[in-house]
Structures are given as C-alpha cells and as structure tokens.
C-alpha cells in the first residue's frame, strides 16, 4: 500500500504547463516552440533554467535572460508566459480524497524563482498538502534525486511507499531509482484514473 503521494506543480497541479508557454509563443509572435526550444536546446537557455531553479539566479535575472533569449520584453515576462495555467481541479479533488484516506500528499516544484510572480499565488498549497517542497527555497531541483529524498523526509515516507507525478519524464528516473513508483502525467483521466489505482481510491 502507497502511502505518500508526490506531485509535481506545472502541468499536474495545473492545467497544460508546455501548453500554456506554446500559447505564450503564439501571442508574441514567436511561434508555438519558441519557448521550450530557448530552455531545452540552447546552452545558455538550460544553464538560466538550472540556475533559478536551485536558487542560484533571481527570478528578476532570470527573466531579463529569458527575455534577450526570444528577443521580448522583460517586463513581467513569466506571467506573461504562464498566464494560461489553471488550477487542475479533478487533481485537487484526488489529492483531497488521498488525504481522507490517510495518504500523505507532497507538491515538488521546480520554481522559476521567488519574486514578484508568484505561480502558487491562490492555490492553498499549504492548506491542500502535507508538505510543499519548491526547488529556489530548498536549493535542490529535479532531477537531482536528494530533493526526491527531502520530500519523502519530510513526509515521513520511505521513498517505496511514494507515488511521484511529473508531466516531464526525464523527472522520473531518479525517482524511481529511489524506490519511488513514477507517473508521466500526459493526459488528465489516464493519469486520474492510474493514481486511484496506484492508491486504491476507486
């Protein structure tokens, strides 16, 4: 039996994390995968990504470099980018009924830094989970596995008895060499319907 359930914040939490930055790069002009191809397949784009991710950079720094990056305005820039992300409400509701079950719940966020935008603005995380992990707080990020470690800690959890959600597979493996069982979010009802099986909600 599971006993801690681990989930990522962008894209699980939320609705469409890559969705709402290609929906970003449509407005300004820039194309659909503008935005992912500056954090994925440039040296500079990645190397930004890491660095306000563990805290190293500011988020105010971190948008003036994403900004020259797409050749945009700085000004506000990750709202702007974000703007489209929602609450998930059927991932909320699960993550309610795992806890009137007895199932420990964590969020693992790698942040965009803490700042003027604040991306978990109105969600209650505190109030919602047991244990909230943001990667610029901790100095740690996935998917280095010691923030894995640390957010099991916290939940007094063994990492075999956690369930780790990312809609990023890369995100997974050094989850699951801990022990924990990962599950690429790809598509809302596959991955509602996995976790109640996973935790046995059905």
Not at 98 to 112: C, F, K, P, Q, Y
Request: with cysteine.
């Amino acid at each position: 039996m599971y006993r801690g359930l681990i989930l990522d914040f962008g894209g699980v939490i939320t609705t469409d994390f890559y969705g709402a930055l290609r929906a970003f790069g449509i407005r300004e002009g820039l194309g659909a995968g503008a935005v992912e191809h500056v954090l994925r397949e440039t040296e500079e784009g990645r190397a930004a990504l890491a660095a306000v991710e563990d805290g190293q950079l500011s988020q105010h720094e971190y948008e003036i470099v994403l900004a020259r990056l797409l050749g945009v305005d700085a000004d506000g820039l990750l709202g702007r980018a974000l703007a489209d992300l929602r609450p998930c409400q059927p991932v909320l509701d699960l993550v309610a009924r795992a806890r009137s079950a007895g199932i420990a719940t964590a969020v693992l966020s790698n942040s965009w830094g803490t700042g003027v935008y604040d991306p978990y603005a109105g969600y209650d995380l505190e109030g919602r989970f047991d244990a909230v992990v943001i990667s610029d707080q901790v100095r740690l990020r996935k998917p280095g596995e010691q923030i894995y470690q640390l957010t099991a800690d916290k939940l007094g959890v063994p990492p075999s008895a956690c369930v780790f959600v990312d809609d990023t597979a890369h995100n997974l493996p050094p989850a699951e060499r801990l022990g924990m069982v990962g599950v690429l979010f790809s598509d809302v009802d596959s991955g509602i319907a996995r976790l109640e099986e996973l935790l046995r909600l059905g």
